[in-house]
């Protein structure tokens, strides 16, 4: 197939989806903010399950970046909670929500628009956290991104990520029957691709365990925590099949 490039579609797919009212593209409310900085707030980095708040402990002073993160749901209640945040997004509409929520509450938050899959615009352990929602089933290769993420991380910092299962990438719609071989890559598979453009959902990536947890290893990280999680709606749904996992992995 002749090469495209993906991301640009991808970044253009997410604004529409915002404009839409995607439900991941909708910034949090005042009140919802005003809770964060009494101490009541949860975050997400899979459907349905909130990051349990261990995971990112005491937030005053730490350094964190939200790697494609954008969207003002996440990074606002962890500047409310004292952290020091920075945002790497490639949707205009998610940055534009990011900079319209900070200028709403008045706080500050460094805001680039970028692509993970370029070498990431950071010093050397620059960040304590790394806040990296489910987005790299949009990323054709993920070993590279883990490989940033520790070289930005300082030592004794963590990586907390969500990634989405293969699971969702062998079924038709209906999510009754398997209809597509591993791994999903459109870029390769042109059936896949026109899949795709059908539901008008950007160019998209299966990705193995290995690549999501052996790729973090691999990297240097010491996985320390995991859980699953489901759509939250659908078939998959219905019978209790995880589709979604996030990690939490320590720069030692």
Not at 68 to 77: E, K, N, R, T, V
């Amino acid at each position: 197939m002749e090469k495209i490039d993906y991301q640009t579609i991808n970044a253009q797919t997410i604004d529409r989806w915002v404009e839409a009212g995607w439900e991941w593209g909708r910034p949090i409310s005042h009140d919802v903010y005003e809770k964060a900085k009494r101490g009541q707030w949860d975050v997400y980095l899979t459907p349905t399950k909130p990051v349990p708040h261990e995971w990112l402990g005491d937030l005053r002073g730490r350094k964190v970046l939200g790697l494609a993160s954008g969207g003002g749901q996440q990074m606002p209640l962890f500047c409310a909670l004292g952290a020091e945040c920075t945002i790497l997004d490639y949707s205009s509409r998610q940055i534009e929500s990011e900079k319209m929520v900070s200028e709403r509450e008045g706080y500050q938050i460094r805001i680039i628009q970028g692509d993970m899959t370029k070498p990431l615009p950071f010093a050397d352990e620059e960040f304590d956290i790394i806040f990296h929602p489910v987005s790299n089933c949009y990323v054709e290769e993920v070993r590279p991104i883990w490989k940033e993420c520790y070289r930005i991380l300082k030592h004794g910092g963590y990586l907390i990520a969500g990634t989405d299962h293969y699971v969702n990438y062998m079924v038709d719609n209906d999510e009754k029957m398997i209809v597509n071989s591993l791994p999903y890559n459109p870029l390769k598979n042109p059936e896949q691709m026109k899949q795709l453009q059908d539901r008008e959902e950007g160019v998209q990536f299966s990705h193995s365990l290995e690549e999501q947890i052996a790729g973090q290893l691999d990297a240097g990280f010491r996985l320390l925590n995991l859980y699953e999680d489901t759509n939250g709606e659908g078939r998959l749904h219905e019978l209790g099949i995880p589709t979604f996992l996030a990690m939490r992995s320590l720069k030692e």
